[in-house]
């Protein structure tokens, strides 16, 4: 019973910060978004009867049970054991092939790449839905990381009504994600404590009030892959959801000086007729999204900054798959 599923990132274009349900994790709002073909999780899960604890290794460094993040995947691993009714351990080996904690999303593609695998390993033979429920119970972003492509998790009054669907499989529309890394440095609040003070925020109620209308804006304009449009509205997008975290109690600032020069330049470079538009996560870097013809160019004038570490570039991407190469 050992299974290996792989399971890319996500960023989204109309971001989940918020959740009405903290249990559930169910988010205050729709989101939409696209995974990246380049910021992937491999993980191995297999269940034994010889193990008397779950024995978790991430990244290659082994975690005792009690550990934050082994206890967090022992407690998503709990929701597959009773689902297929199984009592044994399991041993979970993951890796990144991207940094973790720097605003890259690395809990959607590990959490996705948890369910995925455990469900296998379990001996579960779940649809796409039943999958991304699994998933946002564990990290609410990793939902949409299951469905292809194009994603939208719909929020959902519900445990079984919140979940992600694809609306367009990747080559609907080749734009690309350029990730400019500019620090290793770990964030010093998880998106997932962070969310809870989200409607602490004054402006909380506001954003609330028009997020249907920007979700429709973002189907309608990837639907007709308006890139002007939609990278307006996403920056916009990416900008709002930074003011309510800075506007919030306590106050969240995830940028460091360095997303903030990229962000200047992103605008810069726009003007200058290089049409590029910025998204920021939980973390200082900065995903910056353009045409594909135009990757080279944006990706040389990264190279010049001294602020940009490494430079990522991702396409859209299929959902979390399995995979027949275990990582033990
Ligand atoms: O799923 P979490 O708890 O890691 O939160 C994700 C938060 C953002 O990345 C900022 C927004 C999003 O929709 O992915």
Not at 112 to 128: D, F, R
Not at 154 to 179: E, N
Not at 188 to 216: E, N, T, Y
Request: proline residues 5%.
């Amino acid at each position: 019973m050992k299974a290996t599923s792989v399971a890319p990132s996500n960023l989204a274009f109309i971001k989940y910060w918020g959740r009405k349900d903290e249990a559930l994790r169910l988010p205050t709002n729709g989101s939409i978004s696209m995974n990246l073909s380049n910021l992937l999780t491999t993980t191995t899960v297999q269940f034994s009867a010889e193990l008397a604890q779950d024995a978790v290794a991430i990244n290659g460094q082994d975690f005792v049970p009690d550990a934050i993040e082994a206890a967090r995947v022992s407690r998503h691993l709990d929701r597959l054991r009773e689902l297929a009714g199984l009592r044994q351990s399991a041993r979970v080996v993951s890796e990144n092939n991207f940094p973790s904690s720097t605003g890259l999303s690395s809990s959607a593609s590990s959490f996705a790449a948890l369910t995925v695998a455990a469900a296998a390993a379990a001996g579960l033979e779940l649809p796409e839905k039943e999958l991304s429920i699994l998933a946002r119970q564990g990290s609410g972003s990793a939902c949409r990381s299951i469905p292809d492509g194009f994603v939208e998790w719909l929020d959902g009054d519900t445990s079984d009504t919140s979940f992600a669907v694809s609306l367009y499989p990747p080559q609907h529309w080749p734009i690309a994600d350029v990730v400019a890394i500019v620090s290793r440095e770990k964030k010093l609040v998880s998106s997932s404590k962070g969310q809870l003070a989200a409607a602490s925020s004054p402006f909380f109620a506001v954003r609330l009030g028009h997020m249907a209308d920007k979700l429709k804006l973002a189907r309608a304009f990837i639907q007709q892959r308006d890139f002007t449009r939609f990278g307006e509205l996403i920056e916009a997008e990416a900008v709002e959801m930074h003011a309510i975290m800075l506007t919030s109690t306590p106050s969240l600032m995830y940028w460091l000086p360095g997303s903030v020069k990229i962000m200047r330049l992103a605008r810069q470079w726009r003007g200058e007729g290089l049409e590029v538009y910025f998204s920021v996560n939980t973390g200082q870097d900065v995903h910056l999204i353009c045409r594909p013809e135009d990757v080279e160019a944006l990706t040389a004038r990264l190279r010049a900054v001294p602020d940009v570490t490494d430079i990522l570039i991702n396409t859209p991407a299929p959902g979390a798959r399995l995979v027949e190469e275990h990582l033990f």
